[in-house]
């Protein structure tokens, strides 16, 4: 039996190990914590978990068709992952330019330079079909990473910017923007 993880099974797990006891345990057997935290099997997949150093926002992106609802973006490194995640169900080649530069491609994207904190290197990890990758993300005092008023009021549906304040792009930008770097 192969186990895919939905954005919103990572979020579970990412949200856990906020928790140290937890992170610990993630840390040292992998495999059975994540059982523990989603309370099912993850069967015979392969698990590599990716603890975010300092200087990196580290995305790890479900297989394409296994995402599920993506759930609402409490930070900014969750923003950008729901971004990168509608655009690698878009078009999968997008996905493998993304993991090549994805710095690069949010520029692309949005047609402006990113919210990303200021200094970090973006990272993806995309799973496959028999390997699924977790990220453990710095703890939120460590790095900048909630999300700024612009992208606060976007998420709640009030604002126009979904990426930059200083560029005021909107929502119809991003979408424009998928459609333009579609293969």
Do not use: W
């Not at 150093?53 to 790890?60: E, K």
């Not at 999968?92 to 520029?107: G, H, N, S, V, Y």
């Not at 200021?118 to 990272?123: D, R, S």
């Amino acid at each position: 039996m192969t186990a895919f993880l939905s954005i919103a099974d990572k979020r579970h797990i990412e949200d856990a190990a906020a928790d140290p006891a937890v992170r610990s345990s993630l840390l040292s057997d992998p495999r059975n914590s994540m059982e523990r935290i989603l309370g099912r099997p993850l069967g015979d997949v392969g698990i590599r978990l990716h603890e975010e150093p300092a200087g990196a926002m580290y995305f790890a992106l479900p297989a394409p068709g296994q995402g599920g609802a993506v759930p609402e973006a409490r930070t900014r490194r969750q923003f950008f992952e729901n971004m990168l995640f509608e655009m690698a169900e878009r078009s999968p080649a997008l996905l493998r330019q993304a993991e090549a530069d994805p710095r690069r491609m949010f520029f692309d994207l949005t047609g402006n330079d990113v919210d990303l904190p200021p200094g970090h290197q973006p990272v993806i990890f995309a799973d496959g079909p028999s390997e699924i990758h977790v990220v453990l993300p710095q703890p939120s005092e460590s790095i900048e990473d909630e999300l700024p008023d612009d992208l606060l009021e976007f998420v709640a549906g009030g604002a126009p910017s979904p990426c930059n304040s200083r560029a005021g792009e909107n929502k119809s930008a991003v979408a424009a923007g998928l459609d333009k770097l579609s293969l």
